[in-house]
């Protein structure tokens, strides 16, 4: 598969935009009419060709803007890189893994030979060329998690697994819906859950809590996560919150499908073999609700799922002040038509 | 504050009690925090050696270094400060053994400046028992700049750091010993809510 990376932006003047290949493979969240938290974990098991599930790490037409997109964030603000000392095994089993992963399922961008522990890496995509030693930070421009997450897309938390918990103690995030990495980092799971509406209620962390302490080698995991953004911008972090939290004032009847945009991340969790640490990648993939009902099936389905949204979680998604011109947009989809269960488009 | 009072990451603070298995004991305690120390030892005496740090004025001024002296007359060191007990801890640390038990008692800020003078020696903060008195005032965190800005007693607090108005997450970091302030009028620029004293 021959990708052709796009230049685009996504800050400024958001020049961002999905072609109909980009439109057509992605991650639609809603399997149902209605919505609500659930531990909706499966096994990250290999999916169909051309989907975002065809590999452990997906590289799409996105990936080179975004790795560009994410080296501004960082030059701007460094404290989106955090990994406490004790998490340095960690560091490399990442390492390894992306490396892998993607040489092996992009051969035509990226190469690793291993040479004993001497090991070349290659990124055509984005010009990079380094021979270092593995285990051996020395030799690496920067530490393993620091000089990698700068070359996946999406958002990556290392979880420490001890006390029958796991810690957030260290991560690269320059992609979050709000929340903010410097200020968790170090936090149990049950303390950067904290401020999630409903779910500690439900029981839905502590399962997932359970489930996620005997993730197994070789068998990562994955589920979707949603929330909807003003502009297709990556950054919505608290961190620059007074950047880009006045743009919810700027949607508009007319501007609705073009301003907001579904964001899905695709969250994957993979068991390290050094450290018996875990990866937490969040992927996330934006669309406009334009190029949403592009696909009908998708666009009364999520109709339907906005018209029945619980209010907390719409105020914790930071949706309130947008969402009934939201509703408004979608609504003249609807014909009543039973969609079954699923996410297809068509 | 929709949901009453009660924060999920806050940690839960409970009365001092002395670990009979401790090698040795060291309290730490600022202001109306003298009175837990009191009350340590009315549980008992430990037979171990004790050593007592004091600072006089917290957030209220209450002077219990009077007591305490007489409970603990050879291992007491009073300050009039936090900052100064603080300075003392960092000098008294390399020479503590393993087995040693530490206890905290004062404003959650004091706690965890403790936290992070001890971290570096290898105490976690799990191994510190901590106890909160004195006041529920919070220190409070500037996502945007990064300073923090200390005894906020309020919803909402200007920042010491870049002064811009921050409303007070309900979301407590330990690594930082502060709550999440974030800017409260970012979306309406001088549009403010009504500051209230939540946390007296």
């Known amino acids: ?346 | 504050m929709e949901r009453g009072y009660w924060i999920k990451s806050k940690p839960v603070y409970t009365s001092l009690v002395w670990h009979e298995k401790a090698t040795s004991h060291l309290v730490l305690a600022a202001g109306i925090g003298g009175m837990a120390a009191l009350k340590l030892f009315q549980q008992m005496h430990p037979a171990q050696p004790v050593t007592v740090l004091y600072a006089k004025y917290a957030q209220m001024e209450v002077d219990y270094s009077a007591t305490l002296k007489k409970i603990v007359p050879d291992n007491l060191h009073v300050f009039k400060f936090e900052e100064d007990l603080l300075t003392e801890l960092k000098s008294i640390m390399p020479h503590m053994r393993m087995g040693l038990r530490i206890y905290v008692a004062g404003s959650e800020g004091f706690i965890w400046d403790v936290a992070k003078v001890v971290k570096p020696f290898g105490v976690e903060n799990d191994h510190i028992m901590k106890e909160l008195t004195d006041t529920l005032a919070r220190s409070v965190y500037c996502v945007h700049c990064k300073a923090i800005t200390r005894n906020v007693t309020t919803n909402i607090v200007q920042c010491c750091g870049c002064e811009r108005m921050l409303f007070v997450r309900d979301h407590f970091s330990r690594n930082l010993g502060a709550y999440m302030g974030l800017m409260v009028d970012a979306e309406s620029p001088g549009e403010l809510p009504a500051i209230e004293e939540i946390y007296p």
């Open chain 1, 1 to 346: 598969m021959a990708l052709n990376f796009k230049q685009e932006t996504f800050r400024d003047d958001y020049t961002y935009k999905n072609s109909e290949e980009a439109i057509k493979r992605f991650p639609f969240p809603f399997p149902e009419d209605q919505y609500m938290y659930s531990v909706n974990i499966e096994p990250h098991t290999k999916g169909k060709p051309g989907s975002v599930y065809e590999f452990p790490f997906d590289v799409d037409e996105h990936y080179v803007a975004e790795c560009k997109d994410r080296a501004i964030t960082l030059e701007q603000d460094a404290g989106r890189y955090q990994a406490l000392p004790h998490m340095m095994d960690a560091q490399w089993d990442f390492l390894e893994l992306t490396m892998e992963s993607l040489a092996n399922d992009y051969p035509e961008h990226f190469t690793l030979t291993k040479n004993g522990s001497s090991w070349t890496w290659e990124n055509r995509p984005l010009g990079i060329h380094d021979t270092f030693t593995f285990g051996d930070s020395s030799t690496l421009p920067r530490e393993p998690l620091d000089y990698m997450g700068r070359q996946v897309q999406g958002d990556f938390v290392l979880l420490d697994q001890r006390d029958e918990t796991l810690y957030a103690d260290a991560g690269m995030v320059t992609c979050q819906a709000d929340w903010s990495l410097a200020f968790n980092v170090g936090m149990s799971w049950r303390e950067w859950h904290g401020p999630v509406p409903r779910a500690t209620e439900l029981g839905v962390m502590d399962r997932a809590l359970k489930f996620l302490l005997n993730l197994q080698l070789a068998n990562p995991v994955r589920r979707l996560n949603w929330t909807m953004t003003v502009n297709p911008r990556l950054d919505t972090s608290p961190e620059n919150y007074p950047y880009w939290g006045g743009d919810r004032n700027k949607v508009n009847a007319e501007n609705v499908s073009d301003l907001i945009h579904l964001r899905v991340e695709l969250q994957s969790l993979f068991r390290l073999p050094r450290s018996n640490a875990i990866v937490f990648s969040i992927r996330c993939y934006l669309i406009s609700l334009k190029d949403i009902a592009t696909y009908p099936r998708w666009a009364k389905r999520l109709y339907r799922v906005q018209k029945t949204m619980h209010p907390d979680l719409i105020e914790y998604k930071g949706m309130t002040k947008f969402h009934p011109l939201v509703v408004e947009w979608l609504s003249q989809f609807e014909d009543g038509a039973d969609l079954g269960i699923g996410t297809q488009p068509e």
